[in-house]
């Protein structure tokens, strides 16, 4: 069975400090990993998948299969930053049809 | 940009009616997905549609649940006798047939069982 822990459900900090909303996983397979985000009263969105490597408004993610975890960082929250964020485990084998897996969420403040 | 899209925003119906919950994925997708999120939980995967049948469901996704595309643009959920456990906001999502596709997720439709 695949699971998708994310152990703060919030998390606030101030403007300008560095934020890493923590995520791990279970699976027994090839996993995808990715983060989601949902801003206030907007829909769920792709915010970075591990297999990009690239850098989504300042933040990162580095897949470490060893820890089995997908930690989001950033450097410097911004104020706009505040929003729930998910991570999400997709099957990366042949016979999946894509449905991912969700942590609980984390919802991130960042105050002034 | 394309958008998946759901109606109605937000159903109230009363135990044992049936409701059916409309999305419209992006158009040159082939991949569609239902999700629910009771308030306060996590998104919980619903059922997963390829070329025209069910591909994968979740324990969730019992009898009283069915999920139909009737005319190659809608993409519908039904709850035959809803219950009070099935008030949560349900998510459609859509994505294109690459292997490693991006999931595009719509606004939700809010259900409330009384």
């Known amino acids: 069975a695949q699971r998708v822990t994310q152990p703060e459900k919030l998390l606030s900090v101030f403007k300008g400090a560095p934020v890493e909303l923590k995520c791990n996983y279970s699976y027994s397979g090839s996993p995808e990993l990715f983060w989601y985000v949902q801003y206030s009263r907007q829909r769920l969105q792709l915010l970075l998948r591990h297999i990009s490597r690239e850098s989504i408004k300042g933040f990162t993610a580095d897949l470490n299969k060893g820890e089995t975890s997908f930690h989001l960082k950033k450097p410097f929250a911004q104020e706009e930053d505040s929003a729930m964020y998910y991570c999400a485990l997709r099957n990366a084998g042949g016979t999946s049809y894509g449905k991912l897996t969700f942590g609980q969420g984390t919802i991130l403040t960042v105050h002034p | ?114």
């Open chain 2, 1 to 114: 940009e394309p958008e998946v899209t759901q109606t109605p925003s937000h159903q109230v119906t009363q135990m044992g009616q049936e409701v059916i919950l409309r999305c419209v994925p992006i158009s040159n997708h082939l991949y569609f997905y239902w999700y629910r999120q009771i308030l306060g939980q996590k998104v919980e995967f619903l059922v997963s549609f390829y070329n025209n049948e069910i591909s994968e469901k979740s324990e969730i996704f019992d009898d009283q649940f069915s999920v139909e595309r009737p005319d190659g643009s809608n993409f519908t959920l039904k709850i035959r006798s809803t219950k009070l456990e099935d008030s949560a906001m349900y998510f459609c999502a859509s994505r294109p047939g690459l292997a490693r596709g991006e999931q595009y997720f719509g606004p939700g439709t809010r259900l409330t069982v009384t």
